[in-house]
């Protein structure tokens, strides 16, 4: 349903009384300057672009520690899910497989040790 189609509706209601002026003023409010709209739909597909295999939390492909870094649940958890799904027709096996193919693995993390300093030095 679009903005304009949720306008129409709302104008509707107040003709017909059932809505009075103060409640069709908050809902108009709403429905034309709703953040929440567009930041769900903003933040669902913020949230899977950000999906990595972790390369630190890892059994196998390191799909549930990326999992749980993307959600916040313990990998544990999401580990957990993967073996329930297992048991029901080894679409667990799928999933994983499919995650480990799609979602890329995270980028590699410059330690104090790593060599890289970031100075010139003229050799």
Known sequence: MTI???LAQLGELHR???????EFARAKARVIGDPGRAATTEGGVAAINALRRSRT???IGGVCGGLAEATGMAAWIWRLIFAVLLLCAGSGVLVYLLLWI???LEA?????GSG???EFRPG
């Open 116 to 118: 890289n300093t970031g």
């Open 108 to 112: 590699p993390r410059l330690t104090h």
């Open 4 to 6: 304009g189609d949720e």
């Open 16 to 22: 017909s009384g059932v809505l009075s002026d103060a």
């Open 102 to 104: 799609f979602v890329p």
């Open 57 to 59: 939390d890892r059994w």
